[in-house]
């Protein structure tokens, strides 16, 4: 018993329990895989705010077939695809909600061209 009549192990307990709940746990973010399924090579590029601040991806030159490196910022995140020739116009931008489960999207042609669409597809090979 303490001074204050209570046993010590419960005010252990009692802040441990606070403790663990004060601790900002990381959850695990969805990975997001881009194919290039159309003919002309893009740039894919990738952003998302994270703790209030925008993060940028690195660019990446597609060529048909290619799939982008995971994409792996947390939460929402804005997919933006160019022309991989100059000017390097967007053809797509949208924002893709996060989630817990990974998602996989094949880039397809939309018209008029050179305008692209994301298309869900499942697990890569």
Request: contains cysteine; hydrophobic residues 45%; aromatic residues 6%.
């Amino acid at each position: 018993m303490t001074h204050t009549g209570m046993p010590a192990v419960p005010c252990v307990v009692f802040l441990a329990v606070g403790l663990v709940l004060s601790v900002p746990w990381q959850s695990r973010a969805d990975v997001l895989l881009v194919r290039n399924e159309s003919r002309s090579p893009v740039v894919v590029q990738a952003a998302g705010v994270v703790r209030g601040v925008l993060q940028r991806g690195r660019p990446v030159m597609l060529q048909s077939g290619q799939v982008a490196p995971a994409i792996m910022i947390p939460g929402n995140k804005i997919l933006t695809v160019y022309e991989a020739t100059p000017p390097n116009r967007v053809i797509f931008q949208a924002v893709i909600p996060g989630g817990m489960a990974d998602r996989y999207y094949g880039i397809v042609p939309d018209m008029p061209p050179p305008k692209v669409r994301l298309a869900p597809r499942s697990a890569f090979r």
